[in-house]
Nanobody, 128 residues
Framework: QVQLVESGGGLVQAGGSLRLSCAASGRTFSRYAMGWFRQAPGKEREFIARITWSTGSTYHADSVKGRFTISRDYAKNTVYLQMNSLKPEDTAVYYC?????????????????????WGQGTQVTVSS
């Protein structure tokens, strides 16, 4: 059974930093990509970043580029989201997700339907 367990969320002041972790288990992820999405109240789930498990290649949404960085520890089966220069508008529930890395277009990979597995989410609140 695949499990994605997020941790590291919390309350932080604007300008601060947090690092989210996602521990993955239950299958081999070598042909998968891992992603982070977020969802604020009343808004749709928004793509944040994606990393291909085997190669480590990444891309980030324009809204977080230069502030957030996705990475992975291959040995620990863990994906991270380092978030710096946080803003109040970054407040949301952050979700870790996993989906196939092959045969997926760039545009489709930024949509929730491209992913098969989801974590339970972790709350990030940025105060002004």
């Amino acid at each position: 059974q695949v499990q994605l367990v997020e941790s590291g969320g919390g309350l932080v002041q604007a300008g601060g930093s947090l690092r989210l972790s996602c521990a993955a288990s239950g299958r081999t992820f070598s042909r998968y990509a891992m992603g982070w999405f977020r969802q604020a109240p009343g808004k749709e789930r928004e793509f944040i970043a994606r990393i291909t498990w085997s190669t480590g290649s990444t891309y980030h949404a324009d809204s977080v580029k230069g502030r957030f960085t996705i990475s992975r520890d291959y040995a620990k089966n863990t994906v991270y989201l380092q978030m710096n220069s946080l803003k109040p508008e970054d407040t949301a529930v952050y979700y870790c997700t996993a989906g196939r890395s092959e045969g997926i277009t760039y545009g489709y990979s930024r949509t929730p339907t491209a992913y098969d597995y989801w974590g339970q989410g972790t709350q990030v609140t940025v105060s002004s």
